[in-house]
């Protein structure tokens, strides 16, 4: 059999046959069920009904420190007519409620006369006592079968005598990780070698929703081996998880093997990422062959193979809090597939602003950084920037409340000030999301972002940033200096082109990588280029675009390009050489009524601070003689 997809299977669709396909080759619909102690059962499943054995409290009892009383022995007592009692017992929280005594006065409000109690106020029947079964009765269902038991639960069971209970046990998960070129993780890697991450991922993810996984050894491109490791997985695991070869490649083989070794439900599903999956069974055991791009392989994991793993336990799904949030920028999407977005999130003012990261498969960060899930029906060709979506929390809304949403230009010392302000304060986080200066400073405008990181240059009054704010933001705006910064051309080690200025980019056969545009950088080399009479389609490469000048750099150092325009930091980060273009200032650009909130203080204390000054210089071509002075 050969390996194409099969077709573009709706997700919903590709459930329902790989169940059907389960059902019919015999895959056991639950895993076995076992007793354990109930102290070891956190995390686990009930397989059936939990029935209280005795009450508790099994007594009446002093619900507080005081004394015991007879609650008619205090009728008439009031400030101005005390009563006094003799007839009490002292008792604490939890004490058995003396024989003959019905209440409990509190500590507090008993005043000692001699060997006498006296009270000044009257005290109903049963007052601050705990009845028997005030909080479990005998008999009583405290857990139904299904369901995954929290502390809280096992501490209810034992309160109410339940020393042992029968739960699934938790199931199975091998993961096999398949690839000539995949190492393990350690190993000194060759060009073309990749590091076996996904299976490290895989098996935390398998464990953090409460299984057992193994991760086998790494299998080579050779169909029967890749057949025989499966099978030696599916003795003895509830799943197998098949790692890479899923998609339509010289070296893909997953598909051919569970079809031949067992039964393919589903090739090629319409999610992104994670199009290439496998769905099938081998040997009455579930198959899933997950794509090699990591974000595919986490998000199959979790479209996949969580709902099955919680089926296997008689479980519910577990289901992330969600919350609507604005889209900060357009996402365009295609139709016809499910598309799942990562995106930041932070509060600015009223309302929650997600911003859409890298969608690449490959782009593990993405992931990383990710505060929520946005999908994007196939049936949906995307969202406009300011439009309301609803998004898969991947962190608390209290974390996202206090997060300093940054959209602009991309810059280092964003990144510095962002592992600062979180050393300082683990409440507090600066997410920046790179879309160039304009993109930054339209997202300020349209109110989704705190600050706008801005170097645009004005090609008419040779002015940085002002003149567009002045355009775009009018009065109420404030810009913060925050850096002056060396741009430059980013070569590889030697300068080994000999390249001295901008015109010598239009070389024959010289690579260029570029900014996209709206990017200050990108705007920077057009106006270099107008004021040289120089014709951008004369540079080969001008039309290749990356977000960052860390992108730049890391195109030069794998030698993809020969120079791109960018940071001296950048240049460093990647041990490149830098020729010197122009020095530029770096603004922050916000509401002026944010300068003197709560939100973005810790940032102004940061940029204050000598110390970290001299890191941002430390990184090379920053100046921090005016970091934090107000220059609008």
Request: proline share 6%; aromatic share 4%.
């Amino acid at each position: 059999m050969s390996s194409p997809f099969v077709s573009d299977v709706p997700a919903v669709e590709a459930h329902a046959a790989w169940r059907e396909a389960r059902a019919a080759t015999g895959c056991p619909p639950r895993v076995e069920v076992v007793g354990v102690p109930v102290a070891e059962a956190v995390g686990r499943v009930t397989a059936e009904p939990v029935w209280a054995r005795r009450s508790s409290p099994a007594f009446d009892s002093a619900g507080m420190d005081g004394i015991a009383v007879r609650a008619a022995d205090t009728v008439g007592a009031a400030e101005t007519t005390p009563v006094l009692l003799t007839d009490f017992e002292v008792v604490d929280t939890g004490d058995p409620l003396p024989a003959g005594y019905d209440a409990v006065v509190m500590r507090e409000h008993v005043h000692r006369v001699g060997d006498r109690a006296e009270l000044r106020a009257a005290v109903p029947p049963y007052q601050h006592v705990r009845s028997i079964g005030e909080d479990i009765s005998a008999a009583e269902l405290l857990l139904p079968a299904g369901h995954r038991l929290r502390p809280v639960d096992v501490a209810a069971c034992a309160a109410a005598g339940v020393v042992e209970l029968a739960v699934r046990r938790a199931p199975v998960v091998a993961v096999i990780p398949t690839g000539d070129e995949i190492r393990p993780i350690g190993a000194s890697l060759e060009p073309g070698d990749i590091l076996d991450t996904n299976s490290l991922m895989l098996a935390a993810q398998a464990r953090d929703t409460g299984c057992a996984a193994r991760v086998a050894e790494i299998v080579r491109d050779d169909p029967d081996l890749i057949t025989d490791a499966v099978r030696a997985a599916a003795a003895d695991a509830d799943l197998v998880l098949l790692i890479a070869g899923s998609s339509a490649g010289r070296d893909d083989y997953t598909a051919r093997v569970v079809a031949d070794a067992g039964t393919l439900a589903v090739h090629g599903v319409a999610v992104r990422p994670g199009h290439p999956v496998v769905l099938g069974t081998v040997d009455r055991t579930p198959v899933v062959g997950v794509p090699g791009y990591p974000v595919s392989a986490a998000l199959t994991f979790d479209i996949f193979a969580a709902p099955l793993l919680a089926e296997l336990e008689g479980a519910a799904p577990r289901e992330r809090p969600s919350t609507t949030a604005h889209l900060a920028r357009k996402l365009p999407s295609a139709i016809g597939m499910d598309d799942w977005v990562r995106v930041r999130l932070g509060r600015v003012r009223d309302r929650v602003v997600a911003t859409p990261l890298p969608r690449g498969a490959g782009v593990l960060t993405s992931l990383v950084r990710a505060d929520g899930l946005l999908v994007v029906p196939s049936g949906v060709e995307g969202h406009h920037a300011g439009e309301q979506v609803r998004v898969e929390l991947l962190r608390g809304l209290g974390e996202i409340d206090r997060t300093i949403v940054a959209i602009g230009s991309h810059d280092l010392v964003l990144d510095l000030a962002a592992s600062a302000l979180r050393a300082d304060d683990p409440l507090v986080t600066l997410a920046s999301s790179n879309v160039g200066s304009l993109g930054g400073l339209v997202a300020l405008r349209d109110g989704l972002c705190h600050l706008a990181g801005s170097h645009l240059l004005d090609p008419a009054t040779g002015q940085y940033t002002l003149p567009y704010v002045d355009r775009l933001l009018g009065a109420d705006t404030a810009v913060i200096r925050l850096v002056h910064r060396d741009q430059g051309l980013i070569v590889a080690p030697g300068n080994p082109l000999a390249l001295t200025k901008v015109d010598d980019l239009t070389r024959p056969g010289l690579r260029y990588v570029n900014r996209q545009r709206g990017a200050g950088t990108r705007v920077l080399l057009d106006h270099e280029l107008t004021r040289r009479g120089i014709d951008p389609a004369d540079i080969l490469g001008y039309g290749r675009e990356e977000h960052t000048h860390l992108a730049v750099a890391a195109a030069v150092a794998a030698g993809r390009a020969d120079a791109g325009l960018g940071i001296l930091a950048a240049a460093r980060a990647f041990d490149l050489d830098f020729v010197p273009v122009a020095q530029e200032p770096y603004d922050l650009v916000l509401r002026t009524d944010d300068l003197t909130g709560d939100r973005l203080a810790p940032l102004w204390t940061l940029l204050d601070r000598t110390g970290f000054r001299d890191e941002v210089e430390a990184l090379g071509g920053y100046s921090c003689a005016e970091t934090g002075r107000r220059i609008r």
